[in-house]
């Protein structure tokens, strides 16, 4: 499996981002699509998910309101919209692909690359 992560870019506090991961090589319809980030200095930590049945979504508590995962099965695509942009918001982001729990960075075998979000006060 080989994700590709895209969308990252400097933003304003407030502003919009919207990041896409693309998918090859595996059955991506029975696939669990996770959104993860890394910000400097800090741990990586879960953001959004969503399942391969039935499109439900999980966020963190700092994601929930602001952000918004849907996937596109038939382009085998996932995407997050990054609304309300804060400067905690700063990271780099990674798509992951697997099965489990939605929140354990444990349930996913496969990583992309990471795109750099940037969102300055």
């Known amino acids: 499996v080989q994700l590709q992560a895209s969308g990252g870019g400097l933003v304003q506090a407030g502003g919009s981002l919207r990041l896409s991961c693309a998918s090859s090589?595996?059955?991506?319809?029975?696939?669990?699509m996770g959104w993860f980030r890394r910000a400097p200095g800090k741990e990586r930590e879960f953001v959004a998910a969503?399942?391969?049945?039935?499109?439900?979504?999980f966020y963190s508590d700092s994601a929930k309101g602001r952000f918004a995962m849907s996937r596109n099965n038939a382009k085998n695509t996932v995407t997050l919209q990054m609304n309300s942009l804060k400067p905690a918001d700063t990271a780099v982001y990674y798509c992951?692909?697997?099965?489990?729990?939605?929140?354990?960075?444990?349930?996913?075998?496969?990583w992309g690359q990471g795109t750099l979000v940037t969102v300055s006060s």
């Open positions: 969503i399942g391969w049945n039935d499109g439900t979504t």
């Open positions: 090589g595996r059955t991506f319809r029975r696939t669990l």
């Open positions: 992951a692909a697997g099965s489990g729990l939605a929140h354990y960075p444990g349930s996913y075998s496969y």
